[in-house]
């Protein structure tokens, strides 16, 4: 693989992904949900029922804890799903494959740029979370990240700011299934239903099947809490799950790219 | 072996779609400085071919030589110096034209901005490269098409139905443009369309594929120029196919709506004459018919006219 080729069909997927209105309508709309988060937090903070120990500082801790295998995800979806098919069903996938470049610089390329996405979505993500929280919480107060848990207010922003990046790992391995889907539809449509089928699939199977509930990747997705607690056994199980299924995918999704004929 | 006239060698090209048989062992010749026309009947397998040619549909059996690259083996070595423009040009749509010429040059070493607006410049776009593709008409697409697929100054330059859909003033602007690139920047051309009378004017060798088969290839004057002419006669006098029947150079006779249509081996048609005057037939007169590609197509492939 040739670095130089892959570093300029990597700048041309960012300019592609950059240009989406795609990504500035999600990045909106999950602003739009902090804020709204935040507000209510604020005023259950201020009945004390509940969240008391909540920040402006931790809210960007507690948004994506609660979010990340839902919302986050769910954005994930939608703004990786038509990586290939948008491509292959509008027929600019071939503009870029008769270039000289290799499929598998260009599909590696696809791959780093998604991630990159997902890091970029988490990186707005964490400033307009802590935004939201400085709006509704305010700054004041320790940094709480459970219940009781306290630590200094600089550790926790670092703390935190490594919670997010991290997250990108179980995002990343999920993202892997999208490209999967995107990989063999033409319908960017037909990605995005079945990456939430397979959704409902493992939760189905979590639940019926109660010993394989380990071998499911959303069961894992939680792994960044291990930031604010000591490694454990099940730390280096989700490790090595999360690391599974993005190496069976992108081998599947390797393979698969290099013998697709592009017929759009 | 690849001689290095040969800009593409490809050589018992195979192709399944599931069990389906599209292209059946098919060998291409092109030579450097070729315009060569690739025609068929509709489903013939002349943009599968193509895309074989461009790597972008995998063959089960056969090699592919371009620029004397094996394309599986040494892909960006043998696509370095070609262009292409598959079927409807595509593009960005909400990028500028400008935008995705860039887009594309960044996947090469050396397109300057230079490069791109000289391009811009030949296809006739300069005042609409900043206008967002979806402004372009179908014509503006065509020719930026062809801009993006001369980007790396490429020796050969495949076009599949490059004047599809375009107005007659739309095609003529595209066939003077392939005439000049060839002239001019001396880029050998691979195009099939489906106007024959197009290829006829713009090509100097052709294949003729059908169901997956290359059923010939040649020079175009050599296809056409064969043993036997046509005359078309024009009288009121009948009967005429009883009086020339006996002569041997007389190959066939067709009654049409003012005459005849007789074919004669080539180089009887002063003897033909003067048997018709021998014979007092009334000659009102006596048009030589060259046969066209048309014609030659017809004839070759059994009046499948569908072609595209």
């Not at chain 2, 094996?70 to 696509?79: G, T």
């Amino acid at each position: 693989m040739e670095m130089i080729k892959l570093l300029k069909a990597l700048k041309n997927e960012m300019l592609k992904i950059f240009k989406s209105k795609k990504l500035y309508i999600v990045l909106v709309i999950l602003f739009l949900y902090q804020l709204l988060m935040a507000y209510g937090t604020s005023q259950l903070a201020k009945e004390e029922i509940m969240f008391g120990f909540i920040s402006g500082l931790s809210f960007p801790l507690f948004f994506l804890s609660e979010s990340i295998s839902s919302l986050i995800l769910l954005f994930c979806i939608v703004l990786i799903s038509g990586t290939i098919s948008d491509e292959n069903n509008e027929g600019t996938l071939k503009l870029s494959l008769i270039r000289p470049i290799t499929r598998n610089e260009f599909f590696t390329a696809k791959i780093i740029s998604s991630f990159l996405l997902i890091l970029f979505m988490l990186t707005i993500t964490f400033f307009t979370a802590l935004l939201s929280g400085a709006l509704f919480l305010g700054l004041e107060g320790n940094f709480y990240y459970s219940l009781g848990q306290e630590i200094s207010k600089s550790e926790g922003l670092i703390k935190t700011i490594f919670y997010y990046i991290f997250s990108l790992f179980p995002l990343a391995g999920f993202s892997m299934i999208i490209i999967f889907f995107s990989n063999i539809f033409k319908k960017t449509a037909l990605t995005i239903t079945s990456s939430i089928g397979i959704l409902f699939l493992f939760q189905i199977i979590s639940v019926i099947l109660e010993k394989s509930k380990i071998f499911i990747i959303t069961n894992h997705f939680d792994i960044s809490k291990y930031i604010f607690q000591d490694i454990d056994k099940d730390f280096y199980s989700s490790f090595f799950i999360i690391l599974g299924y993005i190496i069976i995918f992108s081998t599947i999704n390797f393979v698969y790219f290099n013998k697709k004929d592009i017929l759009n | 072996m690849i001689t290095l006239a040969e800009i593409i060698k490809a050589t018992n090209l195979h192709k399944y779609f599931g069990k389906k048989h599209i292209i059946k062992g098919i060998d291409l010749n092109i030579k450097k400085g070729d315009i060569y026309g690739f025609l068929g009947p509709n489903g013939a397998g002349k943009t599968t071919t193509i895309r074989m040619l461009l790597g972008l549909i995998k063959k089960n059996q056969g090699e592919i030589f371009i620029n004397g690259y094996n394309l599986d083996k040494d892909f960006k070595k043998a696509v370095d110096k070609v262009g292409a423009v598959v079927e409807t040009p595509m593009f960005y749509e909400n990028y500028s034209g400008y935008d995705n010429l860039k887009l594309m040059a960044n996947l090469y070493n050396n397109v300057s901005k230079n490069r791109i607006y000289d391009l811009v410049e030949m296809v006739g776009l300069t005042n609409r490269i900043n206008d967002k593709i979806r402004k372009y008409s179908l014509g503006m697409k065509q020719r930026l098409g062809i801009a993006r697929a001369l980007l790396n100054k490429p020796e050969l330059v495949l076009l599949d139905e490059p004047t599809n859909g375009l107005d007659p003033q739309g095609m003529k602007e595209i066939r003077e443009l392939i005439i000049k690139l060839a002239n001019t920047e001396k880029i050998t051309i691979f195009i099939s369309s489906h106007i024959l009378y197009e290829i006829e004017l713009l090509c100097n060798r052709v294949a003729i594929i059908k169901n997956g088969t290359k059923l010939i290839e040649g020079n175009v004057k050599d296809l056409l120029s064969e043993n036997n002419e046509t005359v078309e006669l024009i009288t009121e006098d009948k009967g005429i196919e009883n009086i020339l029947k006996n002569y041997e150079y007389i190959q066939g006779i067709e009654l049409i709506k003012n005459g005849y249509k007789i074919e004669i081996t080539k180089g009887n048609t002063s003897y033909l004459l003067k048997e018709l005057v021998n014979n007092n037939i009334g000659i009102q007169y006596m048009i030589p018919k060259s046969k066209s590609l048309e014609k030659y197509f017809l004839d070759l492939t059994n009046g499948d006219d569908q072609i595209a």
